[in-house]
């Protein structure tokens, strides 16, 4: 997406478009999405529910919010939309800790599954 903006912009067409970052947002379908068998092995975890019931907490936007802020971005012809403050989290992390922001977010996931 942000390559095609660039695109755009270098064409000065009247076509922009808006890259959007999720977080975590409460939809039925975050809610009934299958658990890899590697998640399993990543965590420990032996409990799918357990870890549904984890990962569902950990989604703090709602599709109703999200739409808004998409919306809003779109109309304001902004390059980036940035869904939920966990999507900040992780957008300021991948910044300034390029290195090893994965291996932070990996660990931080296996003491939240225990």
Do not use: W
């Not at 970052?21 to 409460?26: A, Q, R």
Request: glycine share 6%.
């Amino acid at each position: 997406t942000e390559s095609l903006r660039q695109e755009l912009d270098l064409e000065g067409g009247k076509v922009s478009c808006t890259c959007v970052h999720p977080g975590g947002i409460k939809t039925n379908i975050a809610r009934n999405a299958r658990m890899s068998n590697s998640v399993e092995k990543l965590t420990g975890s032996a409990s799918a529910e357990k870890m549904r019931d984890q990962f569902e907490a950990l989604f703090l936007t709602t599709s109703e919010k999200a739409a808004q802020v998409i919306l809003g971005a779109v109309k304001a012809n902004k390059r980036r939309a940035l869904i939920g403050p966990d999507a900040r989290v992780l957008d300021i992390m991948q910044r300034t800790l390029p290195v090893i922001y994965q291996r932070i977010v990996t660990a931080s996931f296996k003491m939240a599954s225990r």
